[in-house]
């Protein structure tokens, strides 16, 4: 079992449980134990992009410090930290960065944190799931597949935070596959589409909500033109907006047809055998369950 | 004279709203070419009262009319900008030095009290925490 | 018998006073002969009232303390906060769910949080105030409620937040959520509430209330304290 140290974050505890759960039992099946790191603070997402503000890179820090001491205490090897949401991925691998090309900045972040235990020395590296298991390779992922997906044609949402910008992403951003690899390793089809990474509204869904509507529409539109009949998603914001807001995209746009957003962390569970019991679907707004049945996915 | 065209006088005050916003941004505004394959690829760009790269083109001109438009409170930090540019530059950052100049003034954009029942009982947690992070100061 | 006192110097709403040394900054504020009615309350440390900001001297830092717990030192400069004006919403707690979304509409700014622990280092109790606020971010009443049970509500972490949160009414509405929908329920409460009702108690009250006042006070003071 390879011991990762893991970060969560807050929506993950919550709303997007479904994607912790179903995450974990998928690392444990591929012999990946999510160490999840103790007094971890909120990431703050969205990055702060100007160049003068210290203050919002401090949650980061914070928790990029926690696996440096994990790793002083002796409780674990790893420098990686390992994340679901790719928007805590973005903010935290951005801040990272910015640490390590401004020894100054960090200095003064280092000693606002002077209750902290030790200071951050800038060697935790934040990295993604799908980056783990591309690392491994994917074809390790596929022989532990025991139920593979076949005849699910999955559209992989990448949305903004896993590609953008070219430094952090996890792959190009105009023609990204890793998710695509993804999908053929749990042995379902990948639908090459256009808006694979055309941005959900992300916050707008707060005070702006007929963006979103807008967006999402086009985005399951195009997803269904290339025959996709699931999305998937590492992201609990776009997740919500192409998924719980598909509610008020019926209200507006009445040739709608609804589609079910997944987290990857679902179908590769499913895809493993793990069953529907770690996949949470109670929480996903668009029941994937009748879908899934109808291909003879689920037990 | 045409309405399109319009005198700008270039003061002291243009140069130095114009450094402002490159320290806060870090970026080189005034590299920008006007290509205009920013505001091509931007998927908000409808919904903007004026074009990322009128944004550009405005602030290289020292114009502090840009912070009482709507197009830096509609950008979502996508990022889309950024990758694109030719030029290497990341508007997004200058977006978020417009917003950041006028919340520094204390000037929120939304009202943190301003949830229905609704917000409250669907929007998840990450909603919340970056509609307050872009949006308030 | 004349005692010997150090005196040293403290600043009080930036005017210089001299003070007896070992004074807490609320015995030098009295010594220094204001009449001290709002900000002071139990003077043992337990009330919250008597906040206070101060720097010690050669310090760049400003501390929060209590008045009453906190001795000076010479040279530190004091300011009292008598009343913090925060916000405290009103709720009903038998209509609100332990859970997120009572703080989403409740405590919006709780969402604000940066992390940066400014308000751990405001706290007089030690408390991990950042800790707790970051708990509730993510659902967990439970923590938050444990986290800041030793709070007294002073309000210096409310002050110094650069998020506006205000911690500590945040920290009782946990703490409220957390006894009335979390935490186990005790069946002998409701076994003794039946029993006082049924008059279990009532002979014995009775007695008592007709008891002479010496006698009362010598049953008290040989009552029998049961230590399990």
Same mark, same amino acid.
Not at chain 1, 180 to 185: G, P, V
Not at chain 1, 267 to 275: D, P, R, V
Not at chain 2, 9 to 27: A, C, H, N, Y
Not at chain 3, 71 to 78: C, H, K, P, Q
């Given at each position: ?29 591929? *012999? ?20 003068? *503000? ?18 002083? &205490? ?5 420098? +990686? ?12 691998? &951005? ?36 980056? #783990? ?14 139920? @593979? ?31 695509? &690899? ?37 985005? /399951?539109?195009?997803? +269904? ?6 999305? /998937? ?10 998924? *719980? &807001?598909?509610?008020? #995209?019926?209200?507006?746009? /009445? ?14 569970? #499913? ?10 679907? *109670? ?5 994937? +369950? @009748? ?9 | ?137 | ?18 003070? %007896?040394?070992? $004074? ?16 002071v309350g139990c003077r043992e440390g337990f009330c919250g009232a ?18 009453c ?12 906060? %008598? $009343?913090?004006?925060?916000?405290k919403?009103i709720y009903n707690i038998a209509e609100l769910?332990a ?26 109790q ?16 439970a923590?938050?409620a444990d986290?800041s049970f030793d709070c007294i509500r ?17 920290a009782i509405l946990a703490r409220r959520l957390y006894a009335r929908h979390l935490a186990p329920k005790s069946p002998e409460v409701d076994i003794r509430i039946e029993e006082i009702e049924e008059g279990k108690y009532q002979p014995e009250i009775e007695e008592m209330k007709a008891m002479p006042k010496d006698k009362l006070s010598e049953k008290y003071y040989k009552r029998e304290i049961k230590i399990d």
């Open positions: 079992m390879t011991k990762i140290p893991y970060y969560p974050g807050c929506t993950l505890k919550t709303t997007a449980k479904n994607l912790e759960d179903s995450a974990i039992a998928s690392a444990k099946a591929l *012999d990946i134990d999510m160490v999840e790191i103790p007094d971890w603070v909120c990431c703050g997402v969205v990055a702060s992009l100007t160049s003068d *503000d210290l203050m919002r890179h401090i949650g980061p820090v914070r928790t990029m410090l926690r696996v440096e001491q994990m790793r002083k &205490r002796g409780e674990i090897e790893d420098s +990686r930290l390992l994340t679901l949401c790719s928007m805590c991925f973005n903010t935290l691998q &951005r801040s990272n960065f910015r640490m390590r090309e401004n020894a100054e900045d960090l200095e003064s972040i280092n000693n606002i944190m002077y209750l902290e235990e030790g200071k951050y020395e800038g060697t935790t590296e934040v990295v993604h799931l799908l980056q #783990i298991l591309d690392e491994m390779g994917f074809d390790k992922v596929a022989e532990k597949v025991a139920m @593979p997906l076949k005849g699910l044609k999955v559209a992989s949402y990448y949305g903004c935070m896993l590609t953008r910008p070219k430094d952090i992403g996890i792959d190009t951003p105009e023609n990204p596959t890793i998710m695509e &690899r993804f999908t053929e390793a749990i042995g379902a089809q990948p639908v090459d589409w256009q808006a694979h990474s055309l941005c959900c509204g992300s916050y707008h869904t707060v005070s702006n909500k007929e963006i979103v509507v807008k967006l999402g529409y086009e985005i /399951i539109k195009n997803a +269904r033109t290339h025959g996709a009949e699931v999305i /998937i998603t590492s992201c609990p914001l776009c997740a919500f907006n192409l998924d *719980d &807001r598909q509610k008020e #995209i019926a209200e507006k746009f /009445i040739d709608f047809e609804p589609m079910p957003v997944l987290y990857f962390t679902q179908l590769m569970a #499913i895809a493993l055998g793990l069953g529907e019991e770690v996949c949470g679907f *109670d929480q996903n707004f668009t029941d994937p +369950r @009748p879908q899934l049945r109808q291909k003879g996915l689920l037990k | 004279m045409d309405d399109r065209i319009k005198k700008v006088k270039l003061t002291d005050r243009s140069v130095e709203f114009l450094r402002q916003v490159e320290e806060i941004s870090g970026e080189a505004i005034t590299a920008c070419e006007q290509c205009g394959t920013c505001s091509g690829g931007c998927p908000f760009v409808e919904e903007m009262d004026i074009t990322p790269s009128q944004i550009m083109r405005k602030v290289m001109l020292g114009q502090e009319e840009v912070l009482h438009t709507r197009t830096m409170w509609i950008c979502a930090s996508c990022f889309t900008c950024t990758v694109r540019c030719p030029r290497k530059l990341d508007v997004s950052k200058v977006a978020e030095a417009l917003r950041q100049i006028r919340l520094r003034e204390a000037l929120d954009h939304i009202d943190v009290n301003d949830l229905t029942e609704d917000d409250v009982d669907r929007l998840p947690t990450i909603a919340l925490v970056s509609a307050y992070r872009k949006l308030t100061g | 018998m004349e005692i010997e006192r150090k005196m040293l110097t403290v600043y009080i709403m930036g005017e210089a006073y001299e003070v %007896p040394e070992g $004074s807490t900054i609320l015995m030098a504020t009295e010594y220094a002969g204001f009449q001290v009615k709002r900000g008597c906040a206070t900001v101060y720097r010690e001297k050669g310090d760049y830092k400003l501390k929060g303390g209590l008045a717990q906190t001795v000076v030192t010479d040279g530190m400069a004091i300011a009292q906060i %008598p $009343s913090v004006p925060a916000e919403p769910e859970n997120e979304n009572t703080f989403k509409e409740l405590f919006p700014t709780v969402f604000r949080c940066v992390a940066c622990n400014t308000c751990t280092k405001a706290c007089p030690d408390i991990k105030v950042m800790d707790y606020v970051q708990a509730l971010k993510r659902g967990d009443i923590r938050a986290l002073c309000g210096l972490c409310a002050l110094r937040c650069p998020a506006e949160i205000v911690q500590y009414n945040a």
